[in-house]
Structure formats: C-alpha cells, structure tokens
C-alpha cells in the first residue's frame, strides 16, 4: 500500500463439484488493485486464475 492505492496478491486451495461429476480442487491465484476515496476502499481491478494441479502438488497441463 502507498497512500490511497493499494495492491493485494493472495493464494488459496478451493475444492468444488459441478453437478453429477467427481470433486475437484484447483488453486486460486487472484490479485485487485484497491483505491482510497472518502467512503473507504474501492476495488478498481481484481483478476482470477484457477490452475488445477494433483495431489502431489503438480500444476495439470490442460487448460479449465
């Protein structure tokens, strides 16, 4: 964070299960970009990116 911009980059494991199929988990990459204004922080840009992986730890070669 620098004055009234802010930058936020987290990790996290998310297991789901679409409808009728096995469970799944994939890891969450996500950042946003935050700014201050007199009502508080606003998120001004976020991004998302789901990368499946193994088990053992191994990111999957396919594409989600």
């Given at each position: 964070?620098?004055?009234?911009?802010?930058?936020?980059?987290?990790?996290?494991?998310?297991?789901?299960?679409?409808?009728?199929?096995?469970?799944?988990?994939?890891?969450?990459?996500?950042?946003?970009?935050?700014?201050?204004?007199?009502?508080?922080?606003?998120?001004?840009?976020?991004?998302?990116?789901?990368?499946?992986?193994?088990?053992?730890g191994?990111?999957?070669?396919?594409?989600?």
């Amino acid at each position: 964070m620098d004055g009234d911009i802010a930058t936020v980059w987290t990790f996290f494991t998310e297991d789901f299960q679409h409808h009728g199929e096995k469970p799944e988990r994939v890891r969450v990459r996500a950042s946003a970009v935050l700014h201050r204004s007199q009502d508080g922080w606003r998120t001004v840009w976020n991004h998302r990116d789901i990368q499946e992986f193994t088990d053992d730890g191994h990111y999957l070669k396919r594409p989600i």
